[in-house]
């Protein structure tokens, strides 16, 4: 499966973006999802993810109740909805999909990755 994120952008503290991840090659029903972050000089790091169904998602406790992860299967697309967003929240944002029925915390679960796209929170 390709993967193809989108609509980072600069925004202030406090402020709302969305991203979207567009998937093509193969059934996008099969698919867990995830997005990762990885800001300058550190380590990748879990943000959320959503099983197949969307049943069950998980939260990083850094973005619990401000970040929501949903899904449209019509569409072939996740997306990370990003509220009351923090300077701390600037990023690279990548989506990742792992063909399994439950999402994943581990960066090592997910065998596809979007090419990322960067979001900048000002104070």
């Known amino acids: 499966v390709q993967l193809q994120a989108c609509g980072g952008g600069l925004v202030q503290a406090g402020g709302s973006l969305s991203l979207s991840c567009a998937a093509s090659?193969?059934?996008?029903?099969?698919?867990?999802l995830g997005w990762f972050r990885q800001a300058p000089g550190k380590q990748r790091e879990f943000v959320a993810a959503?099983?197949?169904?969307?049943?069950?998602?998980l939260y990083s406790d850094s973005v619990k109740g401000r970040f929501t992860i949903p899904r449209d299967n019509a569409k072939d697309t996740v997306y990370l909805q990003m509220n009351s967003l923090k300077p701390e929240d600037s990023a690279v944002y990548y989506c990742?999909?792992?063909?399994?029925?439950?999402?994943?915390?581990?960066?090592?679960?997910?065998?596809?990755w979007g090419q990322g796209t960067l979001v900048t929170v000002s104070s």
């Open positions: 959503i099983n197949r169904t969307g049943a069950s998602r």
């Open positions: 990742a999909a792992r063909q399994s029925a439950w999402g994943s915390r581990i960066i090592r679960d997910y065998r596809y």
């Open positions: 090659g193969r059934p996008f029903g099969i698919y867990s």
